[in-house]
């Protein structure tokens, strides 16, 4: 009886990340309500069974340590509704993350929800060649045209290298090639300059883990690419490249430098633990902080001198550490495992990784729902790869 009860309750834990990863496609409400099935039914399986331990994982005194920070920030927080309001966002992909390693799926559950995601994330992107189609200048999909520019990235990562390094037959290869230049082009058309470069940055270390010889090979194929760009790719996102370079007159890149030089300065003024989650908006339109222009003032355009003006050193350098953590373990995981495509997942989430933080050199990504719950989904997953390949 009790485990045809702990099988239910996985059924319906199951049942909500199966809802969770349609609304990936779908909307925010639809995700919210597959994980809060999800949660629900892990809660009451946790209370039935009397087990209130955490899962055990690489992670679990990083984590708790920038939870520490982010409760931290709430003391002496400029305005606590807006920050108790706001630390739900960075709870709910921990959350995700611990539930999804408890329920320990099968390999083959796996295999069957990461299959799911991928395919509907591919069918949302090609959505947004449609949207190109109709004349809209910047494709998103159903989301937010940056949360869809990272989502790209990762599906790019992930197709580009199982092409060229994954154990697949020629009619897979092939398919997955296609997929990935098409998916390419829709980044193109997102007109995401930060996930532009974070994508770059993310493959050019990958390969450079890979080998030598390999990144020589990456940059080779750089270079062709931006030679053979000005061909291909219509005027208006060449030159929408290069703005990036503009520091003089382009007022999006003036207006980070401007909020970078603020979150700089409220941090030195707030520097133990920062001004409290979600407050920089208020902050950064004081005198002291503000310099024309400022196209925006919603954030810093930088997860980390965001963490640094609203939680202070200790929520700074506890990211820092928990995210060093991540890449280490799954470069870790790289070089344990010998089948070769587990070994391109790990390295591919590592590259995911290393993604989501570079745009977050040039955006406040840690704030975006579906990418960081996503990010976080993936690393839950690769988790559990590692015990049941530990259990096997």
């Known amino acids: 009886m009790i485990k045809q009860l702990d099988d239910f309750f996985d059924f319906v834990i199951l049942s909500g990340f199966f809802i969770y990863i349609l609304g990936n496609i779908i909307s925010l409400a639809v995700?919210?309500?597959g994980l809060g099935i999800s949660l629900l039914g892990w809660i009451i399986k946790k209370v039935r069974n009397k087990d209130f331990n955490i899962p055990n994982t690489p992670y679990n005194?990083?984590?708790?340590?920038?939870?520490?920070a982010l409760v931290f920030s709430l003391f002496d927080t400029l305005n606590l509704s807006n920050s108790l309001d706001y630390l739900q966002r960075f709870i709910i992909p921990i959350l995700i993350f611990y539930i999804i390693v408890d329920l320990k799926p099968s390999?083959?559950?796996?295999?069957?929800?990461?299959?799911?995601?991928?395919?509907?994330?591919i069918g949302s992107s090609f959505y947004g060649l449609w949207q190109f189609n109709l004349g809209i200048k910047r494709v998103n999909s159903v989301f937010f045209v940056l949360e869809f520019a990272t989502l790209?990235?990762?599906?790019?990562i992930y197709t580009f290298l199982y092409t060229i390094w994954g154990n697949l037959n020629y009619k897979y290869r092939v398919l997955l090639g296609i997929n990935n230049v098409l998916?390419?082009?829709?980044l193109i058309f997102t007109q995401t300059r930060g996930a532009w470069i974070s994508l770059m940055l993310s493959l050019a270390i990958i390969f450079l883990l890979k080998s030598k010889e390999s990144l020589i090979w990456f940059l080779i194929f750089i270079v062709i690419f931006f030679s053979l760009a000005p061909f291909l790719v219509p005027e208006v996102y060449i030159d929408r490249f290069i703005s990036i370079f503009d520091l003089e007159n382009n007022k999006s890149?003036?207006?980070?430098?401007?909020?970078?030089?603020?979150?700089?300065?409220?941090?030195?003024?707030?520097?133990?633990?920062g001004i409290g989650l979600n407050n920089f908006k208020?902050?950064?339109?004081?005198?002291?902080?503000?310099?024309?222009p400022m196209v925006s003032t919603a954030h810093a355009h930088n997860n980390f001198l965001q963490l640094a003006a609203e939680t202070g050193t200790l929520g700074l350098v506890t990211f820092i550490m928990l995210f060093f953590m991540i890449i280490k373990k799954l470069y870790f995981y790289y070089h344990k495992f010998v089948n070769k495509n587990l070994k391109i997942y790990f390295i591919a989430t590592l590259g995911i990784v290393i993604s989501y933080l570079g745009?977050?050199?040039?955006?406040?990504?840690?704030?975006?729902?579906?990418?960081?719950?996503?990010?976080?989904?993936?690393?839950?997953?690769?988790?559990?790869?590692?015990?049941?390949?530990?259990?096997?």
């Open 152 to 156: 790209n990235t990762f599906l790019i």
């Open 359 to 392: 745009h977050g050199l040039t955006e406040y990504t840690l704030e975006d729902r579906i990418s960081s719950r996503l990010l976080w989904f993936i690393i839950g997953i690769s988790m559990v790869i590692v015990i049941n390949n530990d259990r096997d």
């Open 31 to 33: 995700m919210n309500i």
């Open 282 to 292: 208020e902050v950064i339109t004081r005198d002291k902080y503000y310099s024309k």
């Open 107 to 121: 390999n083959r559950i796996i295999k069957f929800l990461l299959g799911l995601l991928f395919v509907l994330l």
């Open 253 to 273: 890149n003036l207006t980070r430098l401007n909020l970078w030089e603020g979150a700089v300065k409220i941090y030195h003024d707030y520097w133990i633990n």
């Open 183 to 186: 998916l390419i082009v829709v």
């Open 61 to 68: 005194i990083y984590i708790l340590l920038f939870m520490g």
